[in-house]
């Protein structure tokens, strides 16, 4: 079975700009959720997503959005890109109903300019 | 908010050494699970204790959850190289989970 697969590894943007996150979770699991990972701030929850609704969310400002599929692949947005959005950002998904065992992606590494 | 502490931030050890690591907080959690992260990889969950004073063990990993469910604590027997990491504690609650800081654990051979 494969692992949760996040692209792309790596990416460079500068201030103001906007990118986008791709997760695809493993096969049959339904829930993602979206971390950013920080030196200094450690694991902060972004939002998760169920069967293409937004189930639960973080304390981020609107310029963190996210969607999720019909397939389960999930994307998440930021917009207006600032210096302090550098961060490796975690996918992570969830399997069958009851499951509390979260299986993580390597992540994508956001380097802002 | 929940919080959760986890000390010490960084660990550096022989091999051969044992450590413990805590993850603390004022929450109740419905359950604890700690985590292990390696460079450039996302967290694999190593455990999940559910149940108040519940102890585990995975090898020369033991993990224990407090009475109180409020805290829990990893301890590692004769470290070796390969336990490098940085180790992560997650309380869980309502299927949302609150990650602790995180401790850098070295292992020098």
């Known amino acids: 079975k494969a692992g949760v697969t996040q692209t792309p590894r790596y990416l460079i943007k500068t201030r103001g700009q906007q990118v986008t996150l791709s997760c695809s979770p493993i096969?049959?699991?339904?829930?993602v959720s979206w971390y950013q990972q920080t030196p200094g701030q450690g694991l902060q929850f972004l939002f998760e997503?169920?069967?293409?609704?937004?189930?639960n969310k973080g304390n981020f400002p609107g310029r963190f959005s996210g969607r999720q599929f019909s397939n389960s692949r999930s994307e998440m947005n930021v917009s207006t890109l600032e210096l302090g959005d550098s961060a490796l950002y975690l996918c992570?998904?969830?399997?069958?109903?009851?499951?509390?065992?979260?299986?993580f992606g390597a992540g994508t590494r956001l380097s802002v300019l | 908010t929940q919080l959760l502490e986890q000390s010490p931030q960084f660990l550096s050890i022989q091999e051969g050494e044992n450590l413990t690591v805590y993850c603390n907080s004022s929450?109740?959690?419905?359950?604890l699970q700690w985590y292990r992260q390696e460079p450039g990889e996302g967290p694999v969950l190593l455990v999940t204790?559910?149940?108040?004073?519940e102890v585990k063990k995975l090898k020369r990993l033991t993990f224990q959850f407090g009475d109180a469910r409020k805290d829990s604590s990893l301890h590692i027997t004769a470290a070796q190289p390969g336990d490098t990491g940085l180790y992560l504690c997650?309380?869980?609650?309502?299927?949302?989970?609150?990650f602790g800081d995180g401790t850098t654990l070295t292992v020098k051979p």
């Open positions: 992570a998904s969830t399997g069958g109903q009851g499951e509390n065992i979260q299986y």
């Open positions: 096969s049959g699991h339904r829930s």
């Open positions: 997503y169920f069967s293409e609704t937004q189930r």
């Open positions: 929450s109740v959690f419905s359950s």
């Open positions: 204790v559910v149940t108040g004073g």
């Open positions: 997650a309380g869980v609650n309502a299927g949302k989970s609150t």
